[in-house]
């Protein structure tokens, strides 16, 4: 194998990582597509404490795969910013929802420590914009996140420059009560749009994510947050 076509298949294999890494922006609410499949004859949800504030922080490794590139990231969170709705319980009576989802909107998750299994292939991630979770009470409790269009902006440098940006995206979770409460995500699809040079793979259009969050009360550590009928 010559030296070219070594670069090309890293190039090629490491631009695949664009998308993955692009799929952490749908580290949160959930769409039509999403809630039709989760929350069909939706029942009642309530969620509390009512009015508190909660925090969601990474539980283990994020894993994000394309191809033969996987995307690591040890540290996410979204904590909410003192003030305002985002990552808040909706104060009573809007905790509860007689017939459906009870839903809010959360700052925008960090994504930090990300690592390529491509030698050479350096990750930066940045988030903005409004996300959100929705929640529905069942056998299974759903947990669907949502992120905006261009939510989540992936970099690749070193070995090739690629840029991957998420699409307005919706990734059906689910949650389960405890101390601290879970929300888990496995090899969730999302869409993303590769943009760069030479080796970036720009027909790529979609990746996934495998991720679960520990969530707490932030307004009062002692309590414990908990979705119910």
């Known amino acids: ?3 070219r ?3 090309s298949r890293v190039l090629t294999t490491s631009a695949a990582g664009v998308a993955a890494a692009a799929a952490v922006a749908l580290s949160l609410a959930g769409t039509a597509t999403a809630e039709s499949r989760n929350t069909a004859a939706a029942g009642s949800t309530t969620v509390t404490p009512a009015g508190h504030y909660f925090g969601a922080k990474q539980s283990g490794d994020i894993v994000l795969k394309a191809g033969a590139m996987t995307v690591t990231c040890k540290v996410s969170t979204s904590q ?8 808040q319980i909706p104060a009573a009576p809007n905790n509860t929802n007689p017939s459906g989802p009870v839903s809010g909107t959360i700052t925008a998750p960090t994504f930090e420590d990300c690592t390529t299994n491509v030698p050479g292939v350096n990750v930066s991630i940045a988030t903005s914009g409004t996300w959100g979770i929705s929640i529905q009470h069942g056998t299974t409790i759903a947990a669907n996140l949502s992120a905006p269009q261009g939510g989540l902006v992936m970099s690749l440098t070193g070995a090739l420059t690629c840029t991957g940006t998420s699409g307005a995206a919706n990734v059906p979770g689910t949650w389960t009560n405890g101390s601290p409460a879970k929300l888990s995500y496995a090899e969730s699809t999302v869409p993303v749009t590769i943009t760069g040079g030479a080796g970036c793979p720009t027909d790529v259009t979609s990746a996934s994510l495998s991720a679960a969050y520990d969530v707490s009360d932030v307004t009062d550590p002692s309590a414990t947050l908990a979705v119910t009928a």
């Open 80 to 87: 909410p910013a003192g003030s305002g709705s985002a990552n």
């Open 5 to 7: 076509t070594h670069r």
């Open 1 to 3: 194998m010559t030296n």
